[in-house]
């Protein structure tokens, strides 16, 4: 199991963590309509963040920046995975104006907490996490935050989602 930190506190993620050049792993998390939203439901150059909460501060900021960035990247989409419940991830969005990333739930059954190793033990929430998967579902880029409440390395990431095919 890797260790993470949260504000300097050791915890255990759970699940499979998920390496450069494997075939990222099948999953189903819940749309903000609570329909299941399955990773063949996605296609083309993907980017997958885990955030423990998209309505906190750092969660919030990273969201918008990839809003921001990613309609500006030819043949990318972003998601945004997060336990919390589809209704609040909905009003989130709408209050945030956040349009260019699709924002699941795994409140339901921490699918893809397990597929990434990402389920944080002891607060129930998933870590922060990147993974920018290619257009044939091969990981290019992964990255699990050692400090859960740092923000990502942006630029590693909008590099890898303009390097993957």
């Known amino acids: 199991m890797k260790k993470i930190k949260f504000k300097g506190n050791p915890l255990t993620l759970e699940g499979n963590t998920v390496s450069v050049g494997e075939k990222m ?5 819940s749309a903000n309509d609570l ?3 399955t990773l063949k439901d996605t296609s083309g150059v993907r980017v997958f963040l885990s955030v423990p909460s998209i309505d906190t501060g750092v969660c919030d900021m990273e969201v918008k920046k ?3 960035e990613i ?3 030819k043949g990318a989409s972003c ?5 919390d419940l589809p209704f609040a991830q909905s009003r989130w969005c709408g209050d ?7 924002i699941l739930s795994d409140y339901k059954d921490r699918n893809f907490g397990e597929a990434t190793g990402t389920y944080i033990k002891e607060l129930g929430l998933l ?3 990147s993974f920018v998967v290619d257009s044939e579902d091969k990981v290019t880029f992964v990255e699990y935050l050692e400090e ?4 990502p390395n942006y630029e590693k990431i909008l590099e890898a989602i303009k390097l993957a095919k």
């Not at 792993?25 to 998390?29: D, E, G, K, P």
């Open 25 to 29: 792993r099948a999953f189903t998390v």
């Open 66 to 68: 990839f809003n921001l």
């Open 96 to 102: 945030a104006g956040v349009e260019d990333v699709k």
């Open 71 to 73: 309609g500006n990247i």
């Open 148 to 151: 859960v409440t740092n923000e």
């Open 35 to 37: 329909s299941p939203f």
């Open 127 to 129: 870590t922060r996490a």
């Open 79 to 83: 998601y945004t995975i997060s336990m």
